[in-house]
């Protein structure tokens, strides 16, 4: 479950080939591709591993003019999503804490 003080990260085996407008992911494990638009590519990039998925969100709710809540609902749903594809995982503590 995406929770707004998780942090996530790309995962390891996937590769990210932006386009403009739209990215391709590839997932290194089954070979299979994954088009993302332009916000979910943006989002993608900011899944750093250190930072929570609220600030996340609170970049991107001042970087498109937006309001936070409703940039928080989306960010949620989108990183559950991609993480259902593999195309991102929650960070290990170890991780958060460096």
């Known amino acids: 479950m995406c929770e707004p003080e998780k942090i996530?990260?790309?995962?390891?085996t996937v590769a990210v080939?932006?386009?403009?407008?739209?990215?391709?992911a590839l997932l290194g494990e089954g070979l299979r591709l994954v088009e993302l638009n332009a916000t979910a590519g943006d989002l993608l990039s900011r899944l750093d591993g250190r930072t929570p998925l609220q600030e996340v969100a609170r970049s991107m709710a001042e970087d498109y003019r937006q309001p936070l809540e409703k940039v928080l609902a989306d960010v949620l749903e989108a990183v559950r999503t991609m993480?259902?594809?593999?195309?991102?995982?929650?960070?290990?503590?170890?991780?958060?804490?460096?």
Request: aromatic share 6%; hydrophobic share 30%; no cysteine.
């Open 8 to 12: 996530y990260q790309r995962h390891p």
């Open 17 to 24: 080939e932006n386009f403009g407008a739209r990215s391709l």
């Open 83 to 98: 993480a259902e594809l593999g195309l991102v995982e929650q960070a290990s503590p170890e991780k958060e804490a460096e």
